[in-house]
């Protein structure tokens, strides 16, 4: 075959893809990548941070990446990386955790929410870690005096807790404020994974802010000791750009194993070849954005996640629990039979695993009128 007889079969398969302009993809994290990163991929498309004494522009680009990351976070001395996606960032997070623990002599005795992302079931299997789940308040947030009950009652025995800022299903916030208390009073690691809402919060309204919750999450809290944060959710950066960072970079010798024939000899990365768009396009978008644009975007999402909220109100529908960031949770006890009869019909929706209900993510490539147009089918499919 010749190169435009290849891109003409590829473009065949591109075509069975969805497109997130067309306002159908309602359950995705990701959304349509800001358009300079386009361009940025094109520029950085065969750098590897895998070999970064190769690409030293490219490595720079990572490290400001992180500093700037850093700088949302409350932390201009954060040390971290940006990876493959979320997955990889709590990998690392667990990774590093049972490193010092190891080291301290404690078992790998970890309190991680049932609201987890199922990457830390994968980091449970690869780690054996030992997770312990504490009861969830109504609200789906860990009930933190169970936890300092129970780190009181079982003295050194955890090593480590993971709170989660923006849960994948709900959006539900831990109180992250009280879990660092409890990290700093007994000599506990605290892992925050804020891999969507880290570029949500930070940004949010005071008016989108609800009285049930504790909205700080960042190093500006002591007992913080790392944090996933995603640039390919709503920092609009391309797939791969997943983000690790740990309070400082003493974490490090955690994470490295010697890479003799690297230009660097440690590697503390997970994944080794790895390309370096992400890093630049993160650099680029927030560059571009800054946050007067990223407060846009997200504020433009509640916007549109209160219109959802109130229109599903008025046909009769009820949320599992108010919108907490831009992911609505619609009750449906039938709920995987109505995200089959949406499917049928177009709409990508996902389903809750904690809670009878459909779930929707307000992502920036979703306008009102997708709304209106899904609100009208879902009722229609309800209907019958
Ligand atoms: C709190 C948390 C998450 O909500 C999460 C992913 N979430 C959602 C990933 C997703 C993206 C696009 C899509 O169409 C469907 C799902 C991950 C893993 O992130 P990943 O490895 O980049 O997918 C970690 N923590």
Same mark, same amino acid.
């Given at each position: 075959?010749?190169?435009?007889?290849?891109?003409?079969?590829?473009?065949?398969?591109?075509?069975?893809?969805?497109?997130?302009?067309?306002?159908?993809?309602?359950?995705?994290?990701?959304?349509?990548?800001?358009?300079?990163?386009?361009?940025?991929?094109?520029?950085?498309?065969?750098?590897?941070?895998?070999?970064?004494?190769?690409?030293?522009?490219?490595?720079?680009?990572?490290?400001?990446?992180?500093?700037?990351?850093?700088?949302?976070?409350?932390?201009?001395?954060?040390?971290?990386?940006?990876?493959?996606?979320?997955?990889?960032?709590?990998?690392?997070?667990?990774?590093?955790?049972?490193?010092?623990?190891?080291?301290?002599?404690?078992?790998?005795?970890?309190?991680?929410?049932?609201?987890?992302?199922?990457?830390?079931?994968?980091?449970?299997?690869?780690?054996?870690?030992?997770?312990?789940?504490?009861?969830?308040?109504?609200?789906?947030?860990?009930?933190?005096?169970?936890?300092?009950?129970?780190?009181?009652?079982?003295?050194?025995?955890?090593?480590?807790?993971?709170?989660?800022?923006?849960?994948?299903?709900?959006?539900?916030?831990?109180?992250?404020?009280?879990?660092?208390?409890?990290?700093?009073?007994?000599?506990?690691?605290?892992?925050?994974?804020?891999?969507?809402?880290?570029?949500?919060?930070?940004?949010?309204?005071?008016?989108?802010?609800?009285?049930?919750?504790?909205?700080?999450?960042?190093?500006?809290?002591?007992?913080?000791?790392?944090?996933?944060?995603?640039?390919?959710?709503?920092?609009?950066?391309?797939?791969?750009?997943?983000?690790?960072?740990?309070?400082?970079?003493?974490?490090?010798?955690?994470?490295?194993?010697?890479?003799?024939?690297?230009?660097?000899?440690?590697?503390?990365?997970?994944?080794?070849?790895?390309?370096?768009?992400?890093?630049?396009?993160?650099?680029?978008?927030?560059?571009?954005?800054?946050?007067?644009?990223?407060?846009? !975007? %997200?504020?433009?999402?509640? +916007?549109?996640?209160?219109?959802?909220?109130? /229109? $599903? =109100? &008025?046909? *009769? #529908?009820?949320?599992?629990?108010?919108?907490?960031?831009? !992911? %609505?949770?619609?009750?449906? +006890?039938?709920?995987?039979?109505?995200?089959? /009869? $949406? =499917? &049928?019909? *177009? #709409?990508?929706?996902?389903?809750?695993?904690?809670?009878?209900?459909?779930?929707?993510?307000?992502?920036?490539?979703?306008?009102?009128?997708?709304?209106?147009?899904?609100?009208?089918?879902?009722?229609?499919?309800?209907?019958?």
């Amino acid at each position: 075959m010749d190169e435009l007889s290849i891109l003409n079969e590829l473009r065949k398969y591109r075509d069975m893809d969805l497109d997130y302009e067309d306002g159908t993809i309602l359950g995705s994290m990701c959304t349509k990548p800001h358009p300079l990163t386009r361009k940025i991929s094109e520029m950085f498309f065969e750098t590897n941070l895998g070999d970064p004494g190769l690409f030293k522009g490219t490595r720079e680009l990572e490290k400001q990446a992180i500093s700037m990351i850093g700088n949302v976070l409350g932390n201009k001395d954060a040390f971290g990386y940006i990876i493959s996606g979320g997955t990889e960032a709590n990998l690392t997070a667990m990774r590093a955790f049972k490193n010092v623990s190891k080291k301290s002599g404690k078992s790998l005795n970890i309190i991680i929410p049932e609201t987890a992302h199922f990457s830390f079931d994968k980091a449970k299997d690869i780690m054996d870690l030992n997770v312990i789940r504490p009861p969830l308040t109504k609200y789906f947030t860990m009930d933190v005096k169970f936890i300092r009950d129970y780190v009181f009652d079982n003295p050194n025995k955890i090593s480590g807790i993971v709170g989660i800022s923006g849960c994948t299903e709900l959006g539900s916030i831990d109180n992250i404020a009280e879990l660092s208390k409890i990290a700093v009073d007994n000599d506990i690691l605290l892992h925050v994974d804020a891999a969507f809402g880290g570029f949500v919060i930070p940004f949010l309204y005071d008016k989108y802010k609800l009285k049930n919750y504790r909205y700080e999450f960042d190093f500006s809290l002591e007992g913080v000791s790392s944090i996933t944060i995603d640039p390919h959710k709503m920092g609009l950066a391309p797939i791969s750009a997943g983000g690790i960072l740990f309070r400082n970079n003493s974490f490090k010798k955690y994470l490295d194993v010697d890479s003799p024939y690297l230009t660097e000899k440690q590697q503390a990365t997970l994944i080794g070849t790895r390309s370096g768009v992400g890093a630049a396009a993160t650099w680029g978008v927030m560059k571009l954005l800054g946050t007067s644009g990223y407060k846009k !975007i %997200v504020n433009d999402s509640m +916007e549109k996640t209160y219109y959802l909220t109130r /229109k $599903l =109100r &008025e046909y *009769g #529908f009820k949320t599992a629990i108010d919108p907490v960031i831009n !992911i %609505v949770s619609i009750v449906d +006890e039938h709920k995987n039979e109505t995200c089959a /009869k $949406l =499917r &049928e019909n *177009g #709409f990508h929706v996902s389903v809750s695993r904690c809670v009878d209900a459909l779930r929707i993510v307000i992502m920036p490539h979703i306008e009102f009128e997708h709304i209106d147009i899904f609100l009208d089918c879902l009722s229609n499919t309800k209907r019958y």
